[in-house]
């Protein structure tokens, strides 16, 4: 599946290369475009897929399926599906009219979670989509991520206490494509 996963990627187009400034500030001369890919119902299905059964294997086990907004949410939509999981959408701020709410789905303390993500460089969004989670008492069981930067999402969130499991790392999806990040 990660090989389907990742051919998909490369020829949906989503490795883009010039100059780029990331979510987390950075500067970078490629960026992995992950929203082409996820407005593939083909693509979501299979991504669902393999969340689901990956944290299956590592027996992690979850109530709820949350996302930050806005790349993660097809993700989470797509897994809630497949699993039958109820979905928690991660505001970027809080509402400022009707609930104000910061998470939208119903979230009660001890609810195990597994957070998805489109992309992680730093990790600092899904981070922060983490501990607005363990705010509201729930338990953050895992972070899945299409694909991962490699440039300190991993070490990040493991100093802030919770995992990370990409689908999918940059320097494989750059191996399978045949080209140099540099």
Excluded: Q
Excluded at 172 to 181: I, P, Q
Aim: charged share 30%; proline share 3%; with cysteine.
């Amino acid at each position: 599946m990660k090989e389907e996963l990742m051919k998909l990627i490369i020829e949906s187009g989503c490795i883009k290369f010039g100059h780029f400034i990331l979510t987390s500030g950075k500067e970078s001369n490629y960026y992995i475009d992950i929203k082409s890919l996820i407005t593939n119902p083909k693509a979501l299905k299979l991504i669902a897929k393999m969340i689901k059964e990956e944290s299956r294997k590592l027996g992690i086990e979850y109530d709820k399926v949350a996302g930050p907004e806005l790349g993660a949410v097809p993700i989470a939509t797509a897994l809630s599906l497949e699993t039958n999981k109820p979905l928690l959408i991660i505001r970027k701020k809080r509402k400022e009219h009707g609930t104000g709410k910061l998470i939208e789905g119903e979230i009660s303390p001890g609810d195990r979670v597994l957070l998805v993500e489109d992309v992680t460089t730093t990790g600092g969004s899904v981070i922060r989509a983490a501990k607005i989670l363990k705010e509201h008492e729930a338990e953050v069981v895992g972070i899945f991520v299409v694909v991962d930067r490699e440039e300190g999402a991993k070490e990040n969130i493991e100093k802030e206490g919770f995992k990370l499991y990409p689908l999918v790392l940059v320097s494989d999806l750059f191996e399978a494509a045949g080209v140099s990040k540099d």
